[in-house]
């Protein structure tokens, strides 16, 4: 028999599109007051009105502006629930205050996914045969495969994981690095962060998933670039800022890399003008590697079961630790 709700808190959904989810949360907890708000400028407002305990809160506007301090530092707020896998937006904060859990792996395959595509993407040559085709020119050309090659990916959780897993099935070899090695399934290596110094030039595909941390902070930096091979293929899907952009753009420049498929970058929406724009051999997509029909409700299904534990007074499911940043 299920514990009895003990709680009966007011909950605000802070999402660009709050009305589905609220549609959601409504069928599973139909008692609670439920309250939406989507802007940034409102929730300020919206929690002081309702004194609202728990909120499930969507980056939907990129970083800047995001409301962190009605968020981490309100009177009322006690869980903060993020609907994807990143919580460097809202660091640090008082674990003793407030709880902040995420969606960990709400979207872990359809980013493999995306990281399979870049890879396939240079590999198989497609920007040069579009190229091509806008001429009418048939080349005669070449398509190269990725078996055979190594993959390094930085940080092995649930997206690091489901990256490892995939590259096995296409047959690279995969190198991992975590911040407590341990053996990881689908992983060929596993390494500390203290080893990369050895395992950059191994790489032929560098994938970056490790949360943004004081300790991952420019960790693929001008120096991780001088050991990566010419022929490496950067791929980020991690926050902005794990990759130094401007060691990157210099790299680019001088042809240490092959190229780059970027999916978040230092400061978003990216500014019209940024350098990164401008290389063919660079991929750029709006942080959306994670987003894919139905994710949003997938996610929030997550938060409605755990708002279930919650209220029957257990253990939250994916508490962040702020100090790890997962």
Not at 81 to 92: E, I, M, Y
Not at 104 to 127: E, I, R, T
Not at 282 to 287: E, G, L, Q, Y
Not at 302 to 323: C, H, K, S
Request: glycine residues 8%; charged residues 20%.
């Amino acid at each position: 028999e299920a514990p009895a709700l003990v709680k009966t808190p007011t909950v605000i959904v802070h999402t660009d599109n709050p009305e589905a989810s609220k549609a959601v949360l409504e069928k599973r907890h139909p008692d609670l007051p439920i309250w939406t708000c989507s802007t940034y400028e409102g929730l300020a407002g919206l929690v002081s009105e309702t004194k609202s305990e728990v909120v499930y809160s969507v980056r939907f506007n990129g970083s800047q502006g995001f409301p962190r301090d009605v968020l981490v530092s309100s009177e009322s707020v006690r869980w903060v629930s993020v609907a994807g896998s990143g919580t460097d937006h809202l660091a640090p904060w008082d674990s003793d205050h407030v709880a902040v859990t995420n969606a960990a792996g709400v979207a872990a395959d359809m980013m493999a996914q995306y990281v399979l595509g870049v890879m396939l993407h240079f590999s198989l040559g497609f920007p040069t045969f579009r190229a091509a085709q806008t001429r009418q020119e048939w080349l005669i050309g070449e398509v190269e495969p990725i078996d055979g090659k190594t993959v390094l990916i930085l940080g092995l959780g649930k997206t690091g994981q489901a990256v490892a897993a995939r590259s096995k099935l296409m047959g690279l070899k995969t190198l991992g690095v975590r911040a407590n090695p341990k053996d990881t399934p689908h992983v060929d290596e596993v390494h500390s962060l203290s080893a990369l110094g050895a395992l950059w030039e191994r790489a032929d595909f560098l994938v970056v998933c490790v949360p943004l941390l004081e300790s991952t902070r420019g960790l693929v930096n001008e120096t991780a670039f001088d050991h990566l091979k010419p022929s490496t293929v950067v791929i980020d899907v991690s926050r902005g800022g794990v990759i130094e952009e401007s060691a990157l753009i210099s790299a680019l420049d001088s042809g240490k890399i092959r190229g780059a498929g970027l999916d978040v970058f230092r400061v978003e929406p990216l500014a019209k003008g940024h350098r990164l724009w401008d290389y063919e051999n660079v991929i750029i997509t709006p942080h959306c590697s994670a987003v894919y029909a139905g994710w949003d409700l997938k996610s929030v299904e997550m938060f409605a079961e755990n708002l279930t534990r919650y209220r029957q007074g257990q253990a939250l499911w994916n508490i962040v630790d702020p100090a790890r940043g997962y």
